[in-house]
């Protein structure tokens, strides 16, 4: 062999080298990912004792994380990806610290920042910026979405604390808009409101009726005919909650399981049962699973499957942002079994990572996940009778199954292409 042929030869047998390292190192990568969404089935939240109280120190790492991530900007970067990318950042990481710190005592170092916390989302969501993305000049100013929210997040806030420096000048924003709601409830012949021109979303309405609630829970009780009229309203409705109607409150989209779910959780602060059995509707017609794992359907019946804004992705019908709601819908009403594995679940496919002071799943790559999962983390269970599901203990069997197989085909394959490499 001469030394042309030789130096031709040479350099792709390296290349085949190492090729061979890359695919072997990708297996190995598969197999721990499979290994580690395994371990994560098994996921128990960490708790510490704060001011004599036990909170969840997973919960913090992950507030501690969304905080950095905010500073950082990332509220902004969410906006060019959702229509109410930097709304639902702020909301929801001022929500989650008012669940949070609920129980807290005042004065604590953690209440106090979950107050600063809170106020801060409040002000976010009310500077100019945020705002452009609504309509201001709609029934209820920016929209029901906005008002709704944002309202029921001043309610939260003063739960959470009654010491605060600017607590008397949220009371008078709260009051105004719970009179403004209360009017437009008792004046209107729908029991929905405009979000944006011609677009109501029965969810978004929500909120703020909950806000009326909480009003007579923290003052004197005022908007409970309010309530009343409102729910008598829903009810004369051929579909109840669906997930879009027209301005006639006439159904244009059936109920899905991320609003309807988002809708469940809500309502389920109104101390007054107003609709015993929407709960197990919603077991039955959105409980799913895949791979033996819990999750929730997005749609029911003969829907088309439609990914969007609201759902996420979907997978084989499963939504990933009705299944993260899942969890928070299923801890309000006491299924604290079925929440529990749903929460597992959470961990085993978001591929959770953290260090000592913060935590973030898919490896930050998607923030919104972020923020929704530490709301659902933060909610308190208010069905204090609660339900069992009977659900086996070995309902990790199926998936535990599925993995061992594709990890024996994975370490098949490996061993051959280390044998290969050791003959070459």
């Known amino acids: 062999m001469d030394s042309k042929s030789l130096a031709s030869k040479f350099p792709l047998f390296i290349r085949l080298k190492l090729f061979k390292y890359i695919i072997s190192s990708i297996l190995i990568l598969i197999i721990i990912v499979i290994i580690y969404a395994n371990y994560n089935l098994y996921y128990q939240p960490e708790l510490q004792k704060h001011s004599g109280v036990l909170i969840d120190q997973d919960l913090l790492k992950q507030l501690n994380y969304l905080e950095k991530s905010l500073d950082n900007g990332v509220a902004y970067e969410m906006q060019k990806q959702y229509p109410e990318g930097l709304f639902f950042s702020y909301l929801m990481y001022g ?250 679940t959470i961990e085993c496919l978001g591929f959770p990572c953290e260090d000592s002071g913060t935590k973030k799943y898919l490896l930050g790559k998607v923030p919104m996940a972020d923020f929704f999962i530490a709301w659902v983390k933060s909610m308190k269970t208010l069905e204090y009778k609660t339900y069992h599901t009977n659900s086996s203990q070995h309902w990790r069997l199926t998936f535990q199954i599925v993995s061992l197989v594709i990890v024996l085909i994975l370490a098949l394959l490996l061993l051959k292409i280390i044998r290969s490499n050791s003959q070459v």
Request: charge should be negative; include cysteine.
């Open 95 to 344: 929500l989650a610290w008012c669940e949070f710190a609920l129980d807290l005592p005042e004065g604590s170092p953690l209440k106090n920042k979950a107050v600063d916390e809170a106020i801060n989302s409040l002000d976010k969501l009310e500077q100019d910026y945020c705002k452009q993305s609504f309509y201001k000049n709609l029934p209820l100013q920016y929209g029901a979405f906005y008002f709704s929210w944002t309202n029921y997040l001043r309610a939260k806030t003063l739960l959470l604390s009654d010491t605060f420096s600017t607590r008397d000048k949220l009371i008078s924003d709260f009051n105004f808009n719970c009179d403004t709601l209360s009017k437009m409830i008792l004046d209107s012949d729908s029991p929905f409101f405009e979000s944006y021109p011609n677009q109501y979303w029965p969810a978004d309405i929500v909120p703020g009726i909950v806000s009326l609630s909480i009003h007579d829970k923290l003052f004197t009780s005022k908007y409970k005919k309010t309530i009343d009229n409102w729910f008598d309203d829903v009810k004369q409705s051929k579909d109840i909650f669906p997930h879009s109607v027209s301005s006639k409150g006439e159904t244009l989209q059936g109920r899905r399981g991320s609003s309807f779910g988002l809708i469940l959780i809500i309502l389920k602060e109104i101390p007054e049962n107003y609709f015993d059995g929407l709960i197990k509707l919603y077991i039955r017609n959105y409980s799913s699973y895949f791979l033996g794992l819990p999750m929730i359907k997005e749609y029911t019946g003969n829907d088309e499957v439609i990914e969007d804004v609201d759902s996420g992705p979907i997978v084989f019908g499963n939504g990933s942002v009705a299944t993260i709601i899942g969890a928070g819908v299923y801890k309000r009403f006491g299924l604290l079994d079925k929440s529990e594995q749903i929460s597992q």
